[in-house]
């Protein structure tokens, strides 16, 4: 197979502030893949579910199969998710990252939700990634993410990335905290067609530029960069370790996606997987 180097889409990331993928730099070498392609579904329980059957395994890396209607969204550690028919672009697809440690999976899940805030802000809108793959907008759920992989001792045979965007949807019934979307944000509808292409096509370039070392290096630099409450201010967590409140800074996110807070109480760095420790709003902080 032939490869080629590229640069970053740094037009369309985050202009006012940081660019999310700093340019020019030479930091991802990759395949002669075809263009994007989308499998649109009229109807899926769960998307995410459905690439992990025989019947999808054989679908090629990078293609995208979207839901007009799902009945039964995945999130993380069996959440669901809600999205209004016709409304949100709810998709997964496969990908082989067979360059990756097992070790080092993390990179996809950064490399996924910064392409999902480089979406938005060509969209106008500024997002964070709230650890470890939540993008917020403010202290406002836009999208989720959820990633499986299938591994060996040495490589990571294929992840199902999947995600949930709210885009036109403006009623949540579900008890999912404070979910905001594009609409309401821009006041206006956005093409979900069009966003699926738009995702599609940064998804691939930030996914693959987890295949080299400088890579891995300027997403993780990025990712730190969007981190939600990574500020270098104390905000409210509920450890859940310790059945405690506390105020912490936010120190580093290790290449396994350890996340390792600064306790203001006692000023020890301590390290949290996930559901570990819960972000919470100032209102709900118990001193």
């Known amino acids: 197979m032939s490869h080629h180097f590229f640069l970053p889409i740094s037009e369309a990331c985050l202009p006012p502030k940081q660019t999310v993928v700093p340019a020019p730099a030479r930091i991802g070498m990759v395949g002669q893949y075809p263009p994007p392609e989308i499998l649109w579904l009229d109807t899926a329980e769960s998307t995410h579910n459905l690439l992990k059957t025989p019947e999808y395994a054989t679908l090629p890396s990078f293609r995208m199969v979207a839901a007009r209607c799902q009945t039964a969204g995945r999130g993380q550690r069996g959440n669901s998710w809600e999205s209004e028919d016709l409304m949100n672009l709810t998709f997964s697809m496969a990908v082989e990252p067979t360059w990756l440690h097992p070790a080092m999976q993390f990179a996809l899940s950064e490399a996924t ?13 500024d997002a964070t990634v709230k650890w470890p793959n939540d993008i917020y907008v403010g202290d406002r759920k836009i999208c989720g993410i959820l990633i499986d992989h299938s591994i060996d001792s040495e490589k990571i045979i294929r992840s199902v990335v999947s995600a949930g965007l709210n885009i036109n949807q403006t009623t949540f019934h579900s008890d999912a905290p404070n979910p905001v979307s594009m609409k309401q944000l821009l006041n206006r509808n956005t093409s979900v067609d069009s966003a699926a292409v738009s995702l599609l096509l940064l998804l691939r370039q930030f996914i693959i530029m987890t295949s080299t070392p400088e890579g891995r290096s300027t997403l993780h630099r990025s990712f730190m960069l969007r981190l939600y409450r990574n500020d270098g201010l104390p905000h409210p967590y509920h450890d859940q370790l310790r ?44 001193k």
């Open 113 to 125: 939700a910064l392409a999902v805030v480089a979406y938005l802000q060509s969209e106008g809108i």
């Open 243 to 286: 059945d405690i409140d506390i105020e912490a800074t936010i120190e580093e996110v290790l290449p396994d996606g350890t996340l390792l807070l600064r306790d203001q109480a006692d000023g020890i760095t301590r390290p949290y997987l996930f559901k570990q420790v819960v972000a919470l709003l100032t209102k709900n902080f118990r």
